[in-house]
């Protein structure tokens, strides 16, 4: 299996370029399903260890159903198959040019969460327009045992998320604390039936703190569905954070605001009003290429499919 590594802010994107799976050419949401259901140990082989590394997702080349497109992808971590990814989309854009499969300029992807636009600005920085993105429950509280009461809001930006303020401050050496508080909220929303329109559940939680940066509005922690926590500021989380904000009257249609990870890594983001009354946000970040290489599944080897 070929692959390219790079990494979007810390945040690790291995780039499937052949070897992968033949999914058909139906609705990338439907291959997504596909994949989820019936390939757990081609993802965990791919990202779990020895072959892979904590927090890194997988972004898988698949032919687009929309001819517009100059690919298709479906991205996974390590326990789920993702709607969209932010920090992939910059990771994968930056694979392509690399590969002299993207020129600079503006171009369709299409993502199991809808076809976004990606612009590449020079080799390593690159802004994706993403798909709708929109607060769905506003000022939900929550029980959260050894906690109290956690209240913030559910929204969506290709991934859905449960948005707070953090009781912890936001540094790396609270990570720990902070990824057990954030699996704990996400167990409540869980058991509390918090949920999209079709049952959709919470998969990701973000945690927002103050930044010692004056030119960053937040600093987040963002918890992801293998429970590691996002190296970047999160693609799809700055944009449900973005809608959240918007939809509380607190940043106005095309004012740039700049959000950090839990290790310092930003993002540029701005927003343009949504045609069904969310939001659709615009993300600017830089990736890296960190190797280009040849997996190998040795029916022999013992944790072929990962140390599970």
């Known amino acids: 299996m070929h692959v390219i590594d790079s990494h979007t802010g810390g945040m690790p994107t ?11 050419t ?21 990202l779990k260890e020895p ?10 080349l698949v032919p687009p159903q929309d001819p517009t497109c100059i690919a298709g992808v479906i991205y996974f971590d390590a326990d789920a198959v993702l709607g969209m990814c932010g920090h992939g989309t910059i990771g994968l854009a930056v694979t392509l040019a690399r590969l002299g499969r993207m020129a600079q300029g503006v171009h369709r992807v299409e993502t199991p969460a809808g076809v976004v636009t990606v612009q590449l ?24 045992p ?54 959709q559940q919470v998969d990701h939680v973000i945690l927002t703190g103050h930044s010692p940066n004056p030119a960053t509005l937040r600093r987040n922690f963002v918890l ?5 926590y996002d190296r970047s500021p999160c693609g799809t ?27 310092g890594s930003a993002y540029r983001l701005s927003y343009q009003p949504g045609p069904t009354g969310g939001v659709i946000p615009r993300i600017t970040g830089q990736a890296h290429v960190m190797a280009e290489s040849t997996l ?3 029916p022999a080897d013992p944790f072929r499919d990962g140390i599970l």
């Open 14 to 24: 291995r780039v499937i370029l052949d070897g992968g799976l033949d999914l058909g």
């Open 26 to 46: 139906g609705p990338l949401s439907q291959r997504a399903l596909m994949l989820a259901s019936d390939h757990a140990a081609f993802r965990t082989g791919i």
């Open 51 to 60: 072959r892979g590394q904590a927090g890194m997702v997988a972004a898988l």
């Open 121 to 144: 600005h020079d080799p390593q920085t690159v802004s994706v327009t993403n798909i709708e993105s929109r607060r769905i429950h506003g000022s939900v509280t929550l029980q959260v």
């Open 146 to 199: 050894g906690h109290g009461d956690v209240t913030g809001d559910m929204a969506y930006g290709g991934n859905w998320f449960f948005i707070t303020d953090s009781p912890i401050p936001v540094t790396t050496a609270n990570i720990p604390a902070l990824t057990q508080l954030a699996i704990a909220i996400r167990t409540a929303c869980h058991l509390s039936n918090l949920a999209g329109s079709e049952g």
């Open 224 to 228: 992801c569905p293998d429970d590691e």
């Open 237 to 263: 989380g700055s944009s449900a954070l973005i809608a959240c904000l918007a939809a509380s009257g607190a940043l106005a249609p095309g004012e740039d605001i700049t959000l950090e990870s839990v290790i």
């Open 296 to 298: 190998v599944f040795d």
